[in-house]
């Protein structure tokens, strides 16, 4: 398994922009579908967005489409999650996953997490 530690969160205004960082320890961080997933208080955690292992695609959730950009690095074992358009519903403690060799669309195929990094937006 991988480790992760995500960073880049904090304070943003609406309409903003963010960039999370994820590093990932271990040699076989290219085989890891890497996906981004979210957590408000009082609220389910929510799948944000995932980069295929193999193909590199991406996909997201229908509320950050156009919005959310993620993208991998695998010579630096690193995922980024870009937020542009930051809106009132964005804030939450955001993680990142890694899936060995899967799909990624469901939060039951990653067995490995991140602590979270913190994302509030001021309207």
């Known amino acids: 398994q991988v480790q992760l530690v995500e960073s880049g969160g904090g304070l943003v205004q609406a309409g903003g922009s963010l960039k999370l960082s994820c590093a990932a320890s271990?040699?076989?961080?290219?085989?890891?579908?890497m996906g981004w997933f979210r957590q408000a208080p009082g609220k389910e955690r929510e799948f944000v967005g995932r980069?295929?292992?193999?193909?590199?695609?991406?996909d997201y959730a229908d509320s950050m489409k156009g919005r959310f950009t993620i993208s991998r690095d695998n010579a630096k074992n690193e995922v980024y999650l870009q937020m542009n358009g930051l809106k009132s519903e964005d804030p939450a403690v955001y993680y990142c996953?890694?899936?060995?060799?899967?799909?990624?669309?469901?939060?039951?195929?990653?067995?490995?997490w991140g602590q979270g990094t913190q994302v509030t937006v001021s309207s």
């Open positions: 271990g040699r076989t961080f290219a085989r890891y579908t």
């Open positions: 980069v295929h292992w193999n193909t590199r695609n991406t």
């Open positions: 996953a890694a899936a060995f060799q899967r799909s990624g669309y469901y939060a039951s195929e990653y067995s490995s």
